[in-house]
């Protein structure tokens, strides 16, 4: 079946680097991205989005970058902090009819900001 | 953003028996979910709940385990019946305020079945 997933299952990040989580999908026919970050206790926190007809996206200290050709998108954190620590998803959109749509979200990973 | 809330944040629960789970979003949105997450893992979808209707499932889910409601465009409840050790799990509304739109969640209800 068509999935989403996650190169690196967990990444540790020396204060002040710049972070880089993976994630690879598989349907090709996907058009809108989601990475969101989830800290311990608490629900998935949305942080950028990408639509198929962008290729890089910018946030605050953050950026998403999505190569179609290998299906494969990223996400960037500039200077990591402490506060990044979190597990981080990704997730694609796929479209069903009536005009809802669902997630599919890839595995995690789990990233450690070290002081 | 809309703000979501879940209750109970977290139960401990009989084996065989059920829990009803509520999700209340301060505005009236026009898509809900439920996402399950087991420990450790990822999310994934039970179903979207349809105001007005029956919920839609995905696959591995059926209706007479997960029951859903979804009376207006602001509440809606899942249960969890007949409770069994394997759904541990923390359970997940979220809501889309229109398709071109992210998902939002609320912070989950953790049960755990005895």
């Known amino acids: 079946g068509e999935s989403v997933g996650l190169h690196l299952p967990t990444l540790s990040v020396q204060e002040g680097d710049n972070s880089i989580i993976n994630c690879a999908y598989s349907?090709?026919?996907?058009?809108?991205f989601i990475w969101y970050k989830q800290e311990s206790g608490k629900g998935p926190q949305f942080i950028i989005d990408?639509?198929?007809?962008?290729d890089k996206r910018q946030g605050q200290r953050v950026t998403v970058l999505l190569n179609k050709t290998v299906k494969h998108l990223s996400l960037q954190i500039a200077a990591t902090q402490p506060g990044d620590s979190a597990v981080y998803f990704c997730?694609?959109?796929?479209?069903?009819?009536?005009?809802?749509?669902?997630?599919?979200f890839g595995k995690g990973t789990k990233l450690s900001v070290i002081p | 953003s809309a703000v979501i809330s879940q209750k109970p944040s977290r139960d401990i629960c009989q084996r065989g028996t059920s829990l009803t789970i509520q999700c209340q979003v301060d505005?009236?949105?026009?898509?809900m979910f439920w996402y399950r997450q087991q420990p450790g893992q990822s999310l994934t979808l039970i179903a979207t709940a349809n105001q007005g209707s029956e919920a839609t499932y995905e696959s591995g889910f059926v209706i007479d385990k997960f029951p859903i409601s979804r009376p207006n465009l602001t509440f809606s409840t899942l249960t969890v019946s007949n409770m069994s050790p394997e759904d541990s799990s923390i359970y997940l509304c979220s809501v889309g305020l229109a398709s071109n739109q992210p998902q939002h969640f609320g912070d989950g209800t953790r049960l755990s079945i005895l």
């Open positions: 505005s009236q949105v026009t898509m």
């Open positions: 349907n090709s026919a996907s058009d809108y």
């Open positions: 990408i639509r198929s007809n962008m």
């Open positions: 997730a694609e959109r796929r479209v069903s009819g009536a005009g809802s749509y669902q997630l599919t």
